[in-house]
């Protein structure tokens, strides 16, 4: 059976925990027979971790956000026998290209170790946080332990940068069965829900996360070694997950999303070759592939400046997994259905089958219309298994065709 300390799986790590120094964990006075002593063994020989000036590691004392946002950062890096430290390839290929660019010009010279003078921690704080890893001011004071709540929202955006974001039903659904979830705020709740389906973090025996419970050292290294090796992390178990697709994030990364079914999930690969049909002028985020006039319209969407701007595109062929919801969106302009027929087509086709020429009649009736008189009456009709509303925005530009399985 396990012990209280595998279920606190909490990221986070140790106390002293210098620049890096390969001070041998085994010659540590205090964690014979400890449960983390292989652990800490591993961690030493990696060199990212130091022990105290009296032979001590302390594994029981609590851990501070500047020791984990460090010894977090040394966990992405090699040691070379001659002492030079890199970043593992594997991070550097999991981040975006804008913080792999910051990587490469901001922090060249980094040299991962504390500062001899002045506060020791500033270069993996200022470091991370460039990253996006933590917020500027996310801890009033960076020497104060952590909680378990802390830890899981470093760990939302540590896998945010390096991985991808869970989906968040899902996860929520997950933490739920934790008695004391509802002692922790709805932010909070989403960071814990992402450390526990990523198998990173576990609760207790006793049925509870451990909402405003501290973190010791021993437990920040057991959650490093989980975030280093994915075959490490805990088997959470199956929460009734479904259909599962890893997809491209606004921000430029990853989350999983699961579809209530495989019908949606198909629709989302039909949709992704449907915005191939326009060669590049699309752009895919999340569950919305957006098609656009030409390359200047699609870069000026996605530099835009505006709000208006970034969302703009001619069609957008949607998903709304938690509402079991499909779309198409067009705004009415000058050859924007003729350029995005063959996409439309595609995903509608798959859609509705037999009867998709139905909906293909309705659906450009209805653009015509609108474009010719600038108002619709909203609609709702059965075509198929399918409800289909129409309805006009306030613009008198855009027309939104929401289809529903009924």
């Not at 060199?47 to 950062?73: C, H, M, S, W, Y």
């Not at 439309?344 to 020429?357: H, V």
């Not at 009649?361 to 409800?387: D, M, N, W």
Request: a negative charge; hydrophobic letters at 40%.
């Amino acid at each position: 059976m396990k012990r209280w300390h595998t279920w606190v799986s909490t990221m986070v790590i140790a106390g002293m925990l210098t620049a890096g120094g390969s001070a041998a964990a085994a010659g540590f006075t205090d964690t014979h027979g400890h449960w983390a002593e292989p652990t800490i063994s591993v961690m030493g020989q990696q060199g990212l971790l130091d022990g105290f000036p009296d032979g001590t590691f302390r594994p029981n004392e609590t851990v501070t956000a500047d020791q984990f946002v460090k010894i977090a950062l040394l966990a992405y890096t090699d040691l070379y026998p001659n002492g030079e430290r890199k970043w593992k390839s594997s991070f550097l290929g999991a981040l975006s290209a804008s913080n792999q660019s910051i990587l490469q010009q901001d922090y060249r010279d980094f040299t991962f170790k504390p500062n001899t003078v002045g506060y020791w921690a500033k270069p993996y704080l200022d470091l991370a946080t460039d990253l996006h890893f933590i917020s500027k001011g996310q801890f009033a004071d960076y020497k104060a332990a952590l909680k378990r709540e802390d830890v899981a929202e470093i760990l939302y955006y540590l896998m945010k940068e390096t991985e991808y974001l869970e989906d968040e039903t899902y996860s929520l659904r997950a933490a739920a069965r934790f008695g004391d979830l509802q002692s922790a705020t709805a932010r909070q709740q989403k960071f814990i829900g992402e450390a526990l389906t990523k198998g990173i973090m576990e609760g207790y025996p006793n049925g509870y996360f451990g909402v405003g419970r501290y973190v010791t050292r021993a437990e920040a290294l057991e959650i490093i070694a989980r975030l280093q090796d994915k075959s490490k992390r805990l088997n959470v178990g199956s929460v009734g997950e479904g259909y599962v697709k890893v997809v491209p994030t606004k921000e430029g990364s990853y989350k999983k999303l699961i579809f209530p079914d495989e019908r949606m999930l198909q629709a989302y690969e039909v949709m992704e070759a449907a915005g191939k049909l326009r060669g590049t002028n699309y752009d895919l985020e999340e569950t919305t592939l957006r098609l656009f006039e030409n390359a200047e319209a699609k870069n000026k969407a996605l530099s835009g400046a505006t709000a208006e701007a970034r969302n703009s595109g001619e069609v957008s062929l949607w998903l709304d997994p938690q509402f079991a919801t499909y779309g198409v969106t067009v705004r009415l302009q000058d050859g924007a259905l003729a350029r995005n027929t063959e996409s439309i087509r595609k995903f509608t086709d798959f859609l509705f089958g037999y009867d998709a020429d139905i909906f293909y009649r309705q659906f450009t009736a209805a653009c015509t219309e609108a474009s010719a008189k600038g108002v619709l009456e909203t609609t709702t009709k059965q075509i198929g298994s399918f409800s289909v509303e129409t309805r006009l925005e306030a613009d008198g530009k855009t027309i939104v065709f929401s289809i529903i399985h009924t």
